[in-house]
């Protein structure tokens, strides 16, 4: 099992930037894909960035693609997100997921067992 603990939210301006960061502790860090996800209220959960095991490869949603960019640390068992040009809509409660079983497209929550408590993120007009 691996615990989540994500950091980094606030409030920002539109057209501010914001990074998100994800500590992971347990298991074996390096053996789980991760992902970003938020939800904004009265909304589902929805995907924002994911990044398989080596960090070679990443997927975004097309909500934040040339805006985001995810990355991990494998010796420091983190997983990054830097948000650039952030609208009012961005703003959401941004969640930090693992999974052992990497799915093409890594777009669905159900696919991910872990996750963290979450982290705000408010973009202001």
């Known amino acids: 099992q691996v615990q989540l603990v994500e950091s980094g939210g606030g409030l920002v301006q539109a057209g501010g930037s914001l990074r998100l960061s994800c500590a992971a502790s347990g298991r074996t860090f390096s053996n789980y894909a991760m992902a970003w996800f938020r939800q904004a209220p009265g909304r589902e959960r929805e995907f924002v960035a994911a990044?398989?095991?080596?960090?070679?490869?990443?997927y975004y949603a097309d909500s934040v693609k040339g805006r985001s960019t995810i990355s991990r640390d494998n010796a420091k068992n983190t997983v990054d997100l830097q948000m650039n040009s952030l609208k009012p809509e961005d703003t959401a409660v941004y969640y930090c997921?693992?999974?052992?079983?990497?799915?093409?497209?890594?777009?669905?929550?159900?696919?991910?067992?872990?996750w963290g408590q979450g982290t705000q993120v408010t973009v202001s007009s």
């Open positions: 990044i398989k095991w080596s960090g070679g490869s990443t």
């Open positions: 997921a693992a999974t052992l079983i990497f799915v093409a497209p890594p777009t669905t929550s159900s696919g991910y067992a872990y």
